[in-house]
């Protein structure tokens, strides 16, 4: 049975970052892998990565077809082609631990969805915290953001089971929008509560800006809409449990840029854990 995974990489001028997150996949355990690298700016990466001595028979290059396009408009390029029976997602600037897809294909012999706990770093790799460690443990769609409380980015899922398209038309919050099609058809998922995702925290970064931004809170109060109308078919309690993290996730939001002027360098994460908890005693 093909355990292929399919990596999707949105790239608009990542020249700067690339080669780093391509290495972490060249250096997965799990060799069974095709590497999307789908350019939003026009940029020929194939070429790059051979000048770079990282080019590989199982990289994909495609276009988005334009340039600035977007990370959701590239990735559905991808997602339209795809024929493996697994896929993930990989930003431009992250990196994989050298045991995700390992650890993942593994569990996903029993499960549609895995997440993993996150290592979220600096630009140059330093370590600032974790989410989401502990046991591993299955978990519902009301329950995976209070474990998952920052980037939904770190999923991988089984196509057969499952599968979406991102959301053009959503200036944030699109890797949670694209989870909740997820489940429409998986019932749960499986949270590995090692850190085998290096998500790379940026200056203006969405979750780690100066500024609230009104796209961070209009996509929130969108997928609130959404959740409420019933577009994702889910359960009342799976519907109460994302609606009650949204609820304290927008609140964060609106308080963050205060938060962050009082405390300089403070992350949204390290932000809205505490609310999360207060709400939950």
């Known amino acids: ?9 949105p790239a608009y ?20 892998w095709q590497h999307w690298i789908i350019a939003d700016d026009g940029f020929d990466y194939g070429a790059f990565l051979h000048e770079q001595g990282l080019n590989d028979p199982r990289q994909r290059f495609l276009s988005s077809g334009g340039a600035g396009r977007g990370a959701s408009a590239t990735r559905n390029v991808a997602l339209e082609q795809l024929e493996t029976p697994y896929a993930a997602i990989l930003d431009a600037d992250d990196r994989l631990k050298p045991e995700k897809l390992e650890r993942a294909v593994a569990a996903l012999a029993d499960f549609g969805i895995v997440t993993t706990a996150l290592d979220v770093m600096t630009e140059d790799f330093r370590h600032l915290r974790h989410v989401g460690t502990g046991a591993d443990r299955v978990l519902t769609p009301g329950e995976h953001k209070w474990v998952n409380l920052s980037m939904d980015a770190m999923v991988v899922w089984d196509r057969r089971r499952g599968d979406g398209r991102f959301d053009p ?3 944030n919050m699109t890797d949670l929008e694209f989870l909740l099609q997820l489940y429409r058809t998986i019932p749960e998922s499986f949270h590995i ?6 998500y790379i925290k940026r200056e203006g970064s969405m979750s780690n800006a100066r500024d609230v931004t009104a796209g ?17 078919g889910l359960s009342e309690e799976d519907v ?18 205060a938060a962050l002027a009082a405390r300089p360098g403070l992350l949204f994460e390290d932000h809205i854990e505490p609310m999360l908890a207060q709400t939950r005693q």
């Open 1 to 9: 049975m093909s355990q292929t995974v399919a990596i999707i990489t």
């Open 13 to 32: 001028k990542a020249q700067s970052t690339l080669t780093t997150t391509v290495r972490s996949v060249l250096d997965q355990t799990h060799d069974d």
């Open 169 to 171: 038309e959503m200036s």
């Open 193 to 198: 509560g090692t850190p085998l995702h290096d």
């Open 216 to 232: 961070m809170i209009d996509s929130k109060e969108e997928i609130h809409r959404r959740l409420l109308g019933g577009h994702y």
């Open 240 to 257: 109460a449990g994302l609606v009650g993290f949204l609820n304290v996730s927008i609140a964060a939001e609106a308080a963050y840029g």
